[in-house]
């Protein structure tokens, strides 16, 4: 990887960051309604997301360009980790003390920015493990079959605790989510309930990113691994996005147009996550020709995103409740596109 070609991959998810905040601060401020009030929030937050990306694009990058120091080392997991608990503790004071529906902004913003902090610490996670990434291109070296275990890679117990993180970070967005849909039925807990539950896919899906790249770092990376995480990752993707369809074919309610939408382009951004668990499968320990192809499917779920948001606005001039739907679609795209800096990172770190 060329120095030039860095410097784009770390740009990417901070102009995507710059995007986020931008339009979300813009949407917030743009009128004094529940519509903006939620989308504004959501749009804005999920720049933690792309920050924590750049975190991860970081750490991996500096490794390839033999720069990484021990301040590094330490300056973007925390970051990251930072990031999360900021976004995840804003959304806690968004909704505590809100009822599902005198306070249904509060209660609905608060509980999706919660989830994208949930997220974020699974990227930030995603990050730590990345710290030892020079690893990797190493033992892809080694024969297959061989299992030696380098002295600097991750030991117990930060080997389990990293694992354990997004398991944890997953199984409360499981929670929050079940208990919404499960609960006393209002639009701000019906709705609640949907989008925790596609942004519980997301952390579901990051488990297996976190978990390939510690046991490839670990050199105990065996073959089951190779079905098991990616098809992981689709399961999960195909939940969100089939939920999501389901939900606008099923409900006549107007405010089931919203959740529908949003779990169909937080699946979307499953598959996007899935480019870079199944390139580790794919090129551990055997020639894959077309690795260098990869980084085209955070392109297209990006340019899904796009294109749905782009027919969700039209939709929106003569239907209000996909006010939310349109802006956020938007967010998720940005995100889709800061994936694409991440696999793209990944794919260089481990080809030849």
């Known amino acids: 990887m060329s120095y030039v070609e860095s410097v784009v991959f770390r740009a990417i998810p901070v ?3 710059a995007l986020c905040l931008g339009f979300g601060l813009y949407v917030w401020n743009a009128g004094d309604v529940a519509d903006n009030f939620v989308a504004g929030h959501v749009v804005t937050f999920l720049a933690a997301i792309c920050l924590c990306l750049f975190c991860t694009a970081a750490t991996i990058i500096r490794q390839l360009l033999q720069r990484f120091t021990a301040l590094d080392r330490v300056l973007y997991p925390v970051l990251g980790y930072a990031v999360a608990a900021g976004t995840a503790s804003y959304g806690v004071t968004l909704f505590a003390g809100a009822s599902g529906t005198a306070q249904s902004q509060e209660y609905v913003a608060g509980h999706v920015v919660f989830g994208l902090g949930l997220i974020s610490g699974c990227v930030a996670t995603v990050a730590t493990a990345s710290t030892k990434f020079s690893l990797i291109p190493e033992n892809l070296s080694f024969e297959v079959g061989d299992h030696h275990v380098r002295p600097e890679a991750f030991g117990r117990p930060t080997a389990p605790l990293l694992v354990a993180v997004p398991i944890v970070l997953a199984a409360v967005a499981w929670g929050f989510a079940l208990a919404n849909l499960f609960g006393s039925t209002t639009p701000a807990r019906f709705t609640v309930g949907h989008v ?15 978990v390939s790249i510690v046991r490839q770092i670990e050199n105990k990376y065996v073959a089951r691994e190779r079905i098991l995480w990616p098809w992981l990752v689709v399961a999960m993707g195909t939940v969100s996005l089939v939920w999501g369809v389901a ?7 107007p405010y ?8 169909i382009g937080l ?4 598959y996007s996550i899935l480019s870079k668990v199944g390139l580790l499968a794919l090129v551990w320990r055997r020639p894959f020709d077309l ?3 990869v980084p085209l499917i955070p392109v297209t779920t990006a340019l ?3 294109f749905l948001a782009a027919f969700v606005f039209q939709a929106a001039v003569d239907d209000t409740n996909l006010f939310i739907a349109a802006r956020v679609l938007v967010g998720l795209g940005a995100v889709a596109f800061s994936l694409y800096s991440i696999v793209s990172i990944l794919e260089s770190g481990t080809s030849g």
Do not use: H, K, Q, Y
């Open 256 to 263: 089931a147009l919203t959740p529908g939408f949003v779990m």
């Open 267 to 270: 699946g979307l951004v499953c």
């Open 304 to 306: 899904a995103c796009l």
């Open 196 to 210: 925790m539950a596609g942004l519980a896919c997301i952390c579901t899906s990051l488990i297996g990113l976190v």
């Open 291 to 293: 690795a260098n192809r």
């Open 247 to 253: 939900v606008l074919l099923v409900n006549d309610e």
């Open 15 to 17: 102009a995507m960051m």
